[in-house]
């Protein structure tokens, strides 16, 4: 069995796009700038790609304010072989 993976989305870094200008939420998501937490919460990335990969465990011990981020799933389909 395999744990589920996850990107960490700062929400204090990250900017958002008004979100009533886009039809589809997803056309909303490209338009805004998110920023990622580098692997081992070792400072930030606006590349998906340089983002760390977290397990829900991770998740358990990252500290922060209540709000200040959120996660974003990867698919099995993302992750490269020695990625995690």
Not at 48 to 66: F, M, Q, R, V
């Amino acid at each position: 069995m395999t744990n589920r993976l996850y990107r960490i989305i700062c929400l204090k870094r990250s900017e958002f796009a008004a979100r009533d200008e886009y039809e589809y939420l997803s056309d909303w998501l490209k338009a805004c700038n998110l920023v990622y937490w580098r692997p081992d919460r070792r400072g930030y990335t606006s590349a998906p790609e340089g983002a760390g990969l977290y397990t829900s465990k991770d998740l358990d011990d990252c500290a922060g304010d209540t709000g200040d981020w959120i996660v974003e799933p990867v698919n099995s389909t993302q992750v490269t072989l020695g990625e995690f």
